[in-house]
Nanobody, 121 residues
Framework: QVQLVESGGGLVRPGGSLRLSCAAS????????MGWYRQHPGKQRELVAV???????NYADSVKGRFTISRDNAKNTVYLQMNSLKPEDTAVYYC???????????????WGQGTQVTVSS
């Protein structure tokens, strides 16, 4: 089994910064893509940013230039540095990872429990 544990959410003023972390643990042979998604109240979960095992990144248009995703493969951890935060960034942020538990198994899709980010004055 694989667990993803997020940390770093909280309350911040507009224009402020937060850094989210997500550590994967458990039965891990390798991890392909790791990413962050968010869900606004009453809305569907949406992609924020994703990073491949090789370091390629992709961002939602709404966060380009403000958010930076990175990962530490040795620690099975992905980060999301969020700068110039806006009230519309308020959401529950979820970590996601595509994990290969055994060399012969297929990749499994795993989610963290979510962490609340609130941007408000």
């Amino acid at each position: 089994q694989v667990q993803l544990v997020e940390s770093g959410g909280g309350l911040v003023r507009p224009g402020g910064s937060l850094r989210l972390s997500c550590a994967a643990s458990g039965s891990i042979f390798s991890i392909n893509a790791m990413g962050w998604y968010r869900q606004h109240p009453g809305k569907q979960r949406e992609l924020v940013a994703v990073v491949t095992s090789g370091g390629s990144t992709n961002y939602a248009d709404s966060v380009k230039g403000r958010f930076t995703i990175s990962r530490d493969n040795a620690k099975n951890t992905v980060y999301l540095q969020m700068n110039s935060l806006k009230p519309e960034d308020t959401a529950v942020y979820y970590c996601n990872a595509a994990v290969l538990s055994q060399p012969w198994s297929g990749y499994g899709d795993y989610w963290g429990q979510g962490t609340q980010v609130t941007v408000s004055s």
